[in-house]
Nanobody, 124 residues
Framework: QVQLVESGGGLVQAGGSLRLSCTAS????????MAWFRQAPGKEREFVACITRIYGRTQYVNSVKGRFTISRDNPKNTLYLQMNSLRPEDTAVYYC?????????????????WGQGTQVTVSS
């Protein structure tokens, strides 16, 4: 099994920045592609960004391109999401997730392991 623990959420004003972290433990050898999803109240869980283990290939949802950067530190089993120029519509619970598969994926059904989530609130 794999455990994922997020940190770094909080309250920030519009235009501000936050950096989310996610540390994996347990059977981390099973982890390949990792991703961030988010879920706002009353909405479905939404793909934000993913990154592969090998080569660090990335994919982003259009609404965060140019503002968010996903990265990972494989020796530390840690995933990051640098979020700049935050907007009120970015307010959501952000989830770290990982999959056994090695390719990029944007559906929550493609991911095997999930963290508990961290709240990000952007005030206007």
């Amino acid at each position: 099994q794999v455990q994922l623990v997020e940190s770094g959420g909080g309250l920030v004003q519009a235009g501000g920045s936050l950096r989310l972290s996610c540390t994996a433990s347990g059977r981390t050898i099973d982890i390949n592609t990792m991703a961030w999803f988010r879920q706002a109240p009353g909405k479905e869980r939404e793909f934000v960004a993913c990154i592969t283990r090998i080569y660090g290939r990335t994919q982003y949802v259009n609404s965060v391109k140019g503002r968010f950067t996903i990265s990972r530190d494989n020796p530390k089993n840690t995933l990051y999401l640098q979020m700049n120029s935050l907007r009120p519509e970015d307010t959501a619970v952000y989830y770290c997730t990982a999959r056994v598969g090695t390719t990029m994926a944007s559906s929550p059904n493609d991911y095997n392991y999930w963290g508990q989530g961290t709240q990000v609130t952007v005030s206007s």
